[in-house]
């Protein structure tokens, strides 16, 4: 049973506790070590973001944390950084390396809401979603050589509204071939792709990024796979760990609970 969980935030981004509630809960929660990774600074959209002294302030915060709590739970100090994050680095143990836009100038994400989402694809692609797609999964295929990731997140989150297919056929063929592509490089890097259940936990999803075709893709193909909760919450930490981990283990697909560089085992 998996009580490691790399990906959650707090208020010093867009989560909802702070640094200190979110380790007490997985204390609470029996959990062996917590990652904070806070959405690193980008400068073009500091809305949902850590600003630049809010994160020497997180920074600082976790340390004392780290003392405090050393005798009950290993507390590391991340960020999520996106493609286009361009903050200072020091000060951090890891990075989880995703892409939240499809477009800096104009600035466009992929995730804000269905609304939003269906602009994106009319005012700056034609209407044509799969070339959307395309454009997000090209950035995808180089997030760990840009932003020096040591986890992959939540590899399909263009798909966060798009599950009843109400944007795109993730069957189409343009569609797959973007994502394999991504993937096929990712791969070659050594680094875990996340199985992240963020968007359940936030009523947009029934199931975990990435859709289980890629998750056999990447599982067939030698990838390895981490378990995020991408927690905003103290009540989402380890979110369907236990189901997923029993699934890879049917599969015998190769995960990981730990961080390169952190933690030393693996399964």
Avoid at 74 to 83: N, P, V
Avoid at 123 to 152: N, P, R, W
Avoid at 160 to 181: L, P
Wanted: negative net charge.
């Amino acid at each position: 049973m998996i009580k490691k969980d790399y990906h959650t935030h707090t208020k010093y981004c867009d989560g909802s506790n702070t640094p200190e509630e979110m380790v007490l809960a997985a204390i609470d929660k029996g959990m062996e070590a917590i990652g904070l990774s806070g959405h690193a600074y980008t400068s073009f959209d500091d809305g949902w973001c850590m600003s630049r002294e809010d994160t020497k302030r997180y920074i600082y915060e976790i340390g004392e944390l780290k003392a405090k709590y050393s005798d009950r739970i290993r507390i590391y100090c991340g960020a999520e950084w996106d493609l286009y994050s361009d903050g200072e680095r020091d000060g951090f143990e890891y990075f989880i390396g995703s892409v939240h836009y499809a477009l800096k100038d104009p600035m466009r994400t992929v995730d804000e809401s269905p609304e939003a989402f269906e602009r994106l694809v009319k005012e700056c692609f034609d209407g044509d979603s799969y070339a959307l797609a395309e454009k997000y999964f090209k950035d995808v295929q180089g997030v760990v050589a840009a932003t020096g990731a040591d986890i992959i997140g939540h590899f399909d989150l263009i798909t966060k509204f798009n599950e009843d297919g109400r944007f795109f056929d993730t069957g189409n063929e343009r569609y797959v071939n973007a994502w394999k592509e991504a993937c096929d490089v990712l791969i070659k890097t050594g680094k875990p792709f996340e199985i992240n259940t963020g968007a359940i936990t936030r009523g947009w999803r029934s199931r975990p990024y990435p859709a289980e075709d890629m998750v056999d893709y990447i599982g067939s193909h030698g990838g390895c796979f981490i378990l995020s909760s991408d927690s905003h919450a103290v009540s989402s930490l380890l979110y369907g760990f236990d189901e997923i981990e029993d699934c890879l283990i049917s599969r015998g697909y190769r995960y990981t609970d730990e961080i390169a560089g952190l933690d030393k085992s693996s399964r």
